[in-house]
């Protein structure tokens, strides 16, 4: 599995969607489910399967699917 099938299987599993769904719309404005605590499994899944602990402040600003790509990449995950 690459970095972005994984990046992606967390979103599906975390968010109960389809992946067709994870685009640069899929944001904590636009989700419903989108709350503190999906955003808190969300942050502990990212760090458990890249293996990467993320600052305070990414995990807090970690608000849409592609700004967490970007976030990602600051550990030197490349997500493609």
């Known amino acids: 599995m690459n970095n972005l ?3 992606n299987s967390i979103f599906i599993d ?3 969607t389809e ?3 994870l685009n640069e719309t899929f944001n904590a404005e636009n989700i419903e489910k989108w709350d503190s605590v999906c955003q808190l499994s969300l ?3 990212i760090e458990d399967t890249f293996d990467i ?3 305070p402040e990414d995990i807090i600003g970690f608000k849409s699917y592609e700004l967490g790509k970007t976030i990602l990449e600051k550990y ?3 997500i493609e």
């Open 53 to 55: 602990m993320m600052e």
């Open 76 to 78: 030197d995950i490349e």
């Open 19 to 21: 992946e067709k769904h």
């Open 43 to 45: 942050a502990t899944s």
């Open 14 to 16: 975390i968010f109960q």
């Open 5 to 7: 099938d994984a990046y």
